[in-house]
């Protein structure tokens, strides 16, 4: 049961700096549009930077879930490949339909891989309301929720 236990937390943590890595990588592209853009709140610019965060954070997300697929794989838990991304995006998203499930000591995972997948889920959605809040704060010139406007 312990080495269950380390096995998933070793893989929430590769998870995480992964998930890290992705959206230090999307701001990286969102600043660079922010500098380069002509208006500063003209509606495209802030949709392509929604955009793109969502695109890179989501792929992040896929990768994480087919990081879980693997692992299942090799440790012999599902029979083939496919069902192992299934159940692990149903897992990942919390959506737990049930008509996949895992046996014996390694069924400690998937409560594992749904907390992982709520954090995630959760810095990518800190990123969004980040940038939203950023394009808010320019877009009016002014204070939302204590937020000074960027130069």
């Not at 692992?71 to 339909?97: I, K, P």
Request: glycine residues 8%.
């Amino acid at each position: 049961m312990i080495a269950v236990l380390v096995v998933g937390i070793l893989v929430m943590l590769a998870c995480l700096a992964f998930q890290a890595a992705a959206l230090v990588f999307a701001a990286q592209v969102v600043e660079r549009i922010t500098e380069h853009q002509v208006a500063p709140s003209r509606a495209s610019t802030k949709f392509l930077q929604l955009s793109i965060l969502m695109i890179v954070l989501m792929l992040g997300n896929i990768v994480q879930i087919v990081i879980w697929a693997l692992l299942y794989r090799g440790l012999g838990a599902l029979d083939d490949l496919e069902t192992a991304v299934y159940f692990s995006g149903v897992t990942f998203t919390t959506l737990g339909y049930g008509d996949v499930v895992l046996k014996g000591r390694i069924r400690l995972l998937a409560p594992l891989q749904a907390a992982n997948g709520v954090m995630m889920f959760g810095i990518t959605t800190a990123a969004f309301i980040s940038v939203v809040e950023r394009a808010l704060v320019q877009r009016i010139g002014g204070r939302v929720s204590g937020v000074s406007p960027q130069p």
